[in-house]
Structures are given as structure tokens and as C-alpha cells.
């Protein structure tokens, strides 16, 4: 059974930085692409970045362009998020997902195409 924990989550101000963590147990993230989604109150969930299980293909969705850095360490098989700059407008649940089986450098950036879910780490940024 898969089970995704996201956390890192917590109240800043703007301009600060956060790093969330993705820790997935019963999966490898040497063979999963990790996506990051967010959803704000009353939004839609949106595509944030991903990361190929090359460790490569890393895809910034268009809201956080230049002001994200998603990495990963094999070792504690966890995933990062880390975001500089922030907004009150990226107040949302963060959420991720992993998706095993996808060709090299592949990410997708919908949520139906990605497979295993995390409860989300609320992230809010106060002006």
C-alpha cells in the first residue's frame, strides 16, 4: 500500500521561503515522477512542478515560474519543494503526487494522470 506525506507546510509572510517534503512509503522514487498540484480556497488544483524518476524533466508551472526548486534525495527517498519569493496569492493546499511507470522525462501536469496522493500541507502567506 502506498502512502504519501507531504509536510513542511505552515504560515509565512511574503517574500519568505518554504520547503515542503514528499516522503512516499511503498514506493521508490528512483522508479516515480513526483508532481506538486496546489489548490487555493474555491480554486481548482494546479499543476506547481514535477520531477521525472530520471531526475530530470523538471516542469515549473506557469504561477511559480522562476521562483521554484523541486529536487529530491534517493537516499531518504523524499521529494522537495522549495518556493522563494512567496505571494499571498500562493496561500493554498500543497499536495503531492506519485506516479510510477512513466516513460523518461515525462511529468503530467493534469491530475488524472497521476496515481498516488498525499492529504496535502496547507501553506499560507500573509502580506
Known amino acids: 500500500q502506498v502512502h504519501v506525506v507531504e509536510s513542511g507546510g505552515g504560515l509565512v509572510q511574503a517574500g519568505d521561503s518554504l520547503t515542503l517534503s514528499c516522503a512516499p512509503s511503498g514506493r521508490s522514487l528512483s522508479g516515480d515522477t513526483v508532481a506538486w498540484f496546489r489548490q487555493a480556497p474555491g480554486k481548482e488544483r494546479e499543476f506547481v512542478a514535477g520531477i521525472s524518476w530520471t531526475g530530470g524533466g523538471i516542469v515549473d508551472g506557469d504561477s511559480v515560474k522562476g521562483r521554484i526548486t523541486i529536487a529530491r534525495d534517493l537516499a531518504k527517498n523524499t521529494a522537495y519543494l522549495q518556493m522563494d519569493k512567496l505571494k499571498p496569492e500562493d496561500t493554498a493546499v500543497y499536495y503531492c503526487?506519485?506516479?510510477?511507470?512513466?516513460?523518461?522525462?515525462?511529468?503530467?501536469?493534469?491530475?488524472?494522470?497521476?496515481?498516488?496522493w498525499g492529504q496535502g500541507t496547507r501553506v499560507t502567506v500573509s502580506s
Open positions: 503526487a506519485v506516479t510510477p511507470r512513466l516513460p523518461a522525462g515525462v511529468v503530467h501536469a493534469s491530475v488524472r494522470g497521476n496515481d498516488y
